[in-house]
């Protein structure tokens, strides 16, 4: 049987870029184990040397290893598009919204999907008062893998400083901070694989999983299945299947959840929607290949099936 020829996209311009680097390579290599012709392209601000490269060369499946803006936003996906290649995971649409937290939500709050109580607000707005009562967050609209995130506590003075130095834009997200832990689920097209309760370590009590507890070795700890009421877990699996359905995703996605099982009266808990992940990390020990592989899914065989369902949406 011939193997399509693909090639790894790897690499960006975002925060993300050292983490889409290890994706590419771990993907690269996992292909090749299982005989598919494998070509990398380490992407960075020549949007003409890529496609240069993608006209000469022509794969038959690109596999898109890129995290964070222009890689899965929607903008790589509409250039694929345009020329005609298919490629792994969602494409314009569902990349540039699940991208845009505040479009995300408007997307969850109408399918009655939970997410944080808040809102976007401008720079100067928040400079001059706290926009909803301490605790809360603050998140890029845009960015990913926590890059950017800041909690606002009680007597904090830290308010108008972040909004000085803001580096995102004019304005951000402003959510309610939601006590507990943090939670995931991972979704292989119409099946949600299991939940993983992450712990990060020197978090200073409040379970934020930032940039260092995911990437920094020793960051934080997973524990899959996570070991909470029976009822959270399946509740935990059935919205992370929604939201992949919502949002229109393809192929796999992972969506991040607050878990608060100390303020409800039935003992099950409180749900939040973060944000779901439409390209979710790659390396052998990122999340949902840890999650796939407690689901007797092999990581070679994830990168296969990734490219199974890969597609061009002309």
């Known amino acids: 049987m011939t193997r399509p020829n693909i090639t790894v996209l790897m ?27 494998v070509r990398q392209i380490v992407a960075g601000p020549d949007l003409g040397a890529i496609v240069g490269d993608l006209t000469t060369h022509r794969p038959d499946v690109v596999f898109n290893a890129l995290h ?6 929607g903008s790589i996906q509409g250039v694929l598009d345009w020329m005609g290649i298919a490629y792994t995971h969602s494409g314009v649409r569902a990349s540039a919204t699940a991208m845009d937290k505040a479009a995300a939500r408007v997307v969850f709050e109408a399918a009655g999907l939970p997410v944080a109580r808040g809102g976007v607000v401008t ?14 967050v603050i998140k890029p609209v845009n960015e990913g893998s ?6 606002i506590r009680a007597g904090s003075n830290r308010r108008a400083s972040i909004a000085r130095t803001w580096q995102f834009g004019t304005s951000a997200l402003v959510e ?3 006590p ?16 993983t309760d992450i712990t990060p370590h020197d978090a200073g009590g409040d ?15 997973h524990v899959l299945p996570a070991r909470i009421h029976p009822a959270a877990f399946e509740r935990a699996r059935e919205l992370a299947l929604a939201a992949h359905r919502m949002l229109g995703c393809r192929g796999a996605s992972r969506t991040d959840f607050r878990y608060d099982d100390t303020r409800d009266a039935d003992g ?23 999650q796939a592989a407690a689901c007797g899914i092999a990581y070679a065989r994830l990168c296969e099936w990734l490219v199974e369902q890969a597609t061009c949406r002309t």
């Open 180 to 195: 507990g832990r943090e939670l995931t689920v991972g979704v292989m097209g119409e099946r949600a694989l299991t939940v």
């Open 268 to 290: 099950i808990g409180r749900l939040v929607i973060l944000e779901t992940n439409t390209q979710p990390g790659m390396t052998e020990t990122s999340l949902l290949p840890e």
């Open 123 to 136: 720079m100067e707005a928040l400079a001059a008062a706290d926009p909803m009562p301490e605790p809360y």
């Open 207 to 221: 379970g934020f999983y930032d940039y260092t507890a995911k990437y920094q070795q020793g960051g934080s700890s």
């Open 68 to 73: 964070g803006r222009f890689g899965e936003d």
């Open 11 to 37: 690499g960006g311009m975002s925060a993300e870029r050292e983490v889409s680097l290890r994706s590419g390579e771990g993907v690269t290599q996992a292909l090749r184990s299982l005989g598919y012709p």
């Open 146 to 151: 926590s890059v950017g995130v800041e909690i």
């Open 176 to 178: 309610e901070f939601i």
